[in-house]
């Protein structure tokens, strides 16, 4: 389910919107400059080559690309693999990577063709955590505080807008306030 829950900076438990309507994330996301919509699902997505997402979501990709401005796009694949014994440790390592604040010198753009994952964006007293699921778009302005957070059973597939061929370059702010706030598993409990 696609959510925004906004709370105060210095206090988790301080919640000011909840919501899974979404009109009323776009608008709340849009007052902070952050830009929220939904394309179709292509519901055999888990199943789809990346080069068969790519191409089934072409023009969606053009649309937002008209300007040219991302020069790479790919598609990041997280999936619980059962028979690879390393996978909780593999999957635990890779959620770690982001949950620490941080911000990026280009806009954080995703799109998620399946599963889910949580933004948690620190906007100046607050903290918008946003859950994507399959057919949202999600685009973080450069310069924005915040976080991810895959769940403790990741489980995604997301495609990647980048300016730079360096694509994610986190600048880790080490402020530890990622552990004050509901993970993804609390805020779908």
């Avoid at 000011?16 to 994330?25: A, F, K, Q, S």
């Avoid at 990041?76 to 440790?89: E, N």
């Avoid at 964006?121 to 685009?139: F, K, N």
């Avoid at 495609?159 to 986190?170: I, N, S």
Wanted: glycine share 8%; proline share 4%.
């Amino acid at each position: 389910m696609t959510l925004l829950q906004v709370m105060a900076a210095d206090n988790a438990a301080d919640v000011r919107v909840r919501t899974t309507d979404p009109t009323e994330i776009a608008a709340e996301l849009a007052q902070h400059g952050i830009a929220y919509s939904h394309w179709d699902v292509l519901a055999e997505a888990a199943a789809a080559d990346s080069g068969a997402l790519l191409a089934h979501y072409g023009p969606q990709i053009a649309e937002l690309n008209a300007s040219g401005r991302y020069q790479h796009i790919d598609v990041a694949r997280i999936h619980p693999d059962a028979g690879d014994p390393q996978w909780p440790a593999t999957a635990a390592g890779a959620r770690a990577k982001f949950l620490d604040e941080h911000r990026h010198a280009e806009d954080e753009v995703r799109f998620f063709a399946a599963g889910h994952g949580c933004f948690y964006l620190h906007v100046g007293e607050a903290v918008l955590a946003t859950v994507c699921e399959a057919g949202d778009l999600l685009s973080v302005p450069a310069g924005t505080l915040h976080w991810f957070d895959m769940g403790s059973t990741p489980d995604f597939i997301a495609l990647r807008f980048f300016e730079e061929a360096d694509g994610w370059v986190g600048d880790f702010t080490g402020d530890k306030i990622s552990a004050n706030f509901p993970t993804l598993d609390e805020l779908l409990a």
